[in-house]
């Protein structure tokens, strides 16, 4: 499935799914599922209403899911997208707002330093254990927002990062089994303060500032990427290339991520895993982010997250 949250007009964010250009209201398909067994159940046919809470309802959220997700494709492709919206259960992609598709239940972990060649062009060895720190979950925005140029710094730079968000939480999890705590994958580009990094002498303040974690534009369920390492990613800015790689050239794969971040730390369904960035950054060329530059992140399998720099 690929999974979205999703607004039209003023409305709260929903639950949905893209197939095509359409994108289907999980809850609502829900709703009228259960409507059609006359037992609607509890609120949008026991569906849940944010994305957090359908990956922290476990298996019986997700069959939830896969049926609405199933019958909406039956939906669209009997009745046609105009017909659906007309009873608010499938929109046109180009008629809504993408969101953020999680809003994590803490900071939204971050690996540094996970690609060889990314290492070598910031002048660092290459790590002998994972390097992880965090952005707060406050700095999260979706596909389209718009990322701020803050007058403290005059080195914005990007880094476009595969992305797993845990559906099964555990504690020490072997490496073996690791794969089977994620729920799924999105993509973020992990926006950084350069000088504010090199000033204060660790990652945390110039990775955090707001609007500093654009996610999106989907989240792609598991079953849909066997192998997180067999994935092209890459940036462009204003449509030139600037980051172009392979996620099979992570120092630590995914698995090893999880497994090591999880020794004597519980994860939790919801939580982010941002899995390092590779080689092409602005800080090894000197070629920083300005007010209108346009970014796109793209991960192969998962799509291209975009986002306008602006002032402040």
């Given at each position: 499935m690929r999974l979205v949250t999703f607004r039209r007009g003023r409305s709260q964010g929903r639950v949905g799914a893209i197939w095509h250009d359409a994108v289907m209201d999980l809850g609502a398909i829900a709703r009228d599922l259960a409507a059609q067994r006359g037992a609607v159940g509890r609120g949008r046919g026991g569906f849940p209403r944010t994305m957090l809470e359908l990956v922290e309802g476990g298996e019986d959220s997700r069959v939830r899911a896969q049926e609405a997700w199933e019958a909406g494709k039956r939906l669209v492709g009997a009745q046609g997208i105009e017909d659906l919206a007309g009873r608010r259960l499938a929109f046109p992609l180009a008629k809504?707002?993408?969101?953020?598709?999680?809003?994590?239940?803490?900071?939204?972990?971050?690996?540094?330093?996970?690609?060889?060649?990314?290492?070598?062009?910031?002048?660092?060895?290459?790590?002998?254990?994972p390097v992880y720190f965090t952005k707060p979950a406050d700095c999260v925005i979706g596909p389209g927002e718009k990322v701020i140029h803050h007058a403290v710094t005059k080195e914005l730079d990007y880094e476009v990062e595969l992305t797993a968000v845990i559906g099964v939480g555990g504690r020490d999890i072997e490496r073996g089994s690791a794969l089977r705590h994620v729920f799924g994958y999105t993509i973020i580009n992990d926006v950084t303060a350069r000088d504010l990094q090199k000033r204060h002498g660790q990652w945390f303040k110039g990775k955090s500032l707001d609007t500093f974690c654009p996610m999106g534009p989907v989240l792609v369920t598991a079953d849909e990427i066997p192998d997180p390492q067999g994935l092209a990613i890459s940036l462009r800015v204003n449509g030139q290339a600037r980051q172009s790689s392979h996620t099979?050239?992570?120092?630590?794969?995914?698995?090893?991520?999880?497994?090591?971040?999880?020794?004597?730390?519980?994860?939790?369904?919801?939580?982010?895993?941002?899995?390092?960035?590779?080689?092409?950054?602005?800080?090894?060329?000197?070629?920083?982010?300005?007010?209108?530059?346009?970014?796109?992140?793209?991960?192969?399998?998962?799509?291209?997250?975009?986002?306008?720099?602006?002032?402040?």
């Open positions: 809504v707002r993408l969101l953020a598709p999680i809003v994590p239940p803490r900071n939204v972990f971050c690996l540094g330093r996970n690609y060889a060649d990314h290492a070598a062009e910031r002048g660092a060895a290459v790590p002998e254990h099979s050239k992570m120092i630590f794969p995914v698995d090893q991520c999880i497994e090591v971040l999880s020794q004597g730390l519980t994860l939790r369904p919801g939580d982010v895993i941002a899995t390092g960035t590779p080689d092409g950054v602005g800080a090894a060329t000197g070629n920083f982010l300005k007010a209108g530059d346009r970014m796109e992140a793209e991960v192969e399998r998962i799509g291209v997250l975009a986002n306008r720099v602006v002032a402040p």
